[in-house]
């Protein structure tokens, strides 16, 4: 069967996860084969999930780690097990 | 489920934790620093709550440490107190007109993706670029935040789609059709965007 642009649209996530069915994958792929827009966006979509994983794109502020130690040593220390009383 | 299982040093440190040795809660928490802040500012959409939270989310997995149960990853477990103290945050914000978790009236509606006729890859190099971070956090940000939960938990914290499901309390096939919505979005915005900027102009890299 062959499917248009639009529909192959609805399984671009899908294909990139590779969940789609032995059936539509292969839709899919043949479609690309022939067409160029969708293979661009799909190509685009790849690359842009890419970018917005890589651990760059989203920083801690500068000092995350030390604010969040400090505060947890506060806050910890209130929480240790009862010391037991040596007399 | 085999793949969720704690890995083995973590497990120990949470033993010792709880046998009194708190100390090692720094240890253990080290590797989640990163992804429990990344979730709580994409969620947040601003760094003073977003750290906030990430303090108040290690904080509670301290005190409910107990309640973990070792056949779960630590991580996803980390994962799910911080998206809960977000949305917690999030609804005690409610005075300003907060995003709504209701499914957008076009859910049933199609979402496009912009169409291009030849894509050229952007190299991951780009994201050293404040421009090009700035674009890609603002898409990010910009995606409704039923669509942007999803799309965190699975593309950006890598849960499995089940694990996103399960930490969302929704259906597995309400997972992948959120990511897929949150995925053509921000093609559709960023494609014709990134497609425009110039790997060349190196200059004005304050931009």
């Known amino acids: 069967m062959v499917i ?15 969940t789609l069915s032995a059936e539509v994958k292969e839709q899919v792929q043949l479609h690309l ?14 690359n842009i999930l890419i970018l917005t994983a890589d651990e760059r794109t989203f920083e801690l502020p500068l000092g995350f780690s030390e604010r969040l130690h400090a505060r947890l040593d506060e806050e910890i220390g209130g929480f240790e097990p009862a010391p037991l ?3 | 489920m085999i793949e969720g299982s704690t890995i083995p040093e973590e497990g ?30 994409t969620l947040l959409k601003n760094e003073a709550d977003a750290e906030d939270v990430a303090q108040e989310a290690f904080l509670k997995a301290f005190r409910n440490l107990k309640n973990f149960r070792s056949e779960s990853k630590f991580s996803t477990w980390l994962i799910s107190i911080t998206l809960n103290e977000a949305r917690s945050r999030l609804r005690r914000k409610n005075a300003v007109p907060m995003e709504s978790l209701d ?11 912009a169409l291009l006729r030849d894509w050229r890859e952007i190299p991951s190099e780009a994201v050293e670029r404040l421009e090009i971070r700035q674009l890609l956090q603002q ?11 999803t799309f965190v938990l699975r593309d950006m914290e890598e849960l499995s789609v ?8 929704i259906s597995v096939a309400a ?15 960023l494609a014709p965007q990134l497609k425009q900027v110039n790997p060349k102009r190196r200059w004005l890299p304050w931009l």
């Open chain 2, 12 to 41: 120990q440190l949470i033993a010792s934790i709880l046998a009194g040795n708190t100390h090692e809660f720094h240890s253990l928490i080290r590797p989640h620093e990163r992804t429990v802040y990344v979730m709580a500012l």
């Open chain 2, 139 to 149: 898409a990010v940000a910009d995606i409704p935040l039923i669509y942007r939960e």
């Open chain 2, 162 to 169: 089940n694990e996103t499901a399960e930490t969302l309390g």
């Open chain 1, 85 to 87: 009383k040596s007399d």
């Open chain 2, 175 to 189: 997972v992948k059709v959120r990511l897929h919505r949150a995925r053509i979005m921000l093609q559709k915005r």
């Open chain 1, 4 to 18: 248009d642009c639009k529909h192959v649209w609805d399984h671009i996530s899908g294909y990139l996860d590779d």
């Open chain 2, 103 to 113: 499914e957008p009236s076009d859910e049933q509606g199609h979402v496009s993706p």
């Open chain 1, 33 to 46: 084969e022939h067409c160029e827009i969708c293979s661009a966006i799909l190509d685009s979509t790849r």
